[in-house]
């Protein structure tokens, strides 16, 4: 079983950012991807940006991709997400997901293992 812990939400203004972490415990994480979706009020969890653990290589929402960075630190099992000129529609629950599964995965139902969220506001 793994375990994952987000950190690093917040409140923060219009073009500012913000770090977030997700530290991954339990067994030895040895799956393919690892993932951050948000969640909106009233909205569907949506994906946001994942990265194969082994080869490094990265997908990202269009409408994040100039904005966000995901990276991942294998010795300290840790997954990022650097966020930079943030907005409003950002405003959410953000998620770290992981998967074994082969491929480019980007639905929510193809995540086994899901941390239990970390709020990001964005304020105008």
């Known amino acids: 079983q793994v375990q994952l812990v987000e950190s690093g939400g917040g409140l923060v203004q219009a073009g500012g950012s913000l770090r977030l972490s997700c530290a991954a415990s339990?067994?030895?994480?040895?799956?393919?991807?690892m993932a951050w979706f948000r969640q909106a009020p009233g909205k569907a969890r949506a994906f946001v940006a994942r990265?194969?653990?082994?080869?490094?290589?990265?997908n990202y929402l269009a409408s994040v991709k100039d904005r966000f960075t995901i990276s991942r630190d294998n010795a300290k099992n840790t997954l990022y997400l650097q966020m930079n000129s943030l907005q409003p529609e950002d405003t959410a629950v953000y998620y770290c997901?992981?998967?074994?599964?082969?491929?480019?995965?980007?639905?929510?139902?193809?995540?086994?293992?899901w941390g239990q969220g970390t709020q990001v506001t964005v304020s105008s």
């Open positions: 997901a992981a998967t074994q599964r082969i491929g480019t995965r980007t639905g929510p139902d193809e995540y086994e293992y």
């Open positions: 990265i194969n653990w082994i080869t490094g290589s990265t």
């Open positions: 339990g067994r030895t994480f040895s799956g393919n991807a």
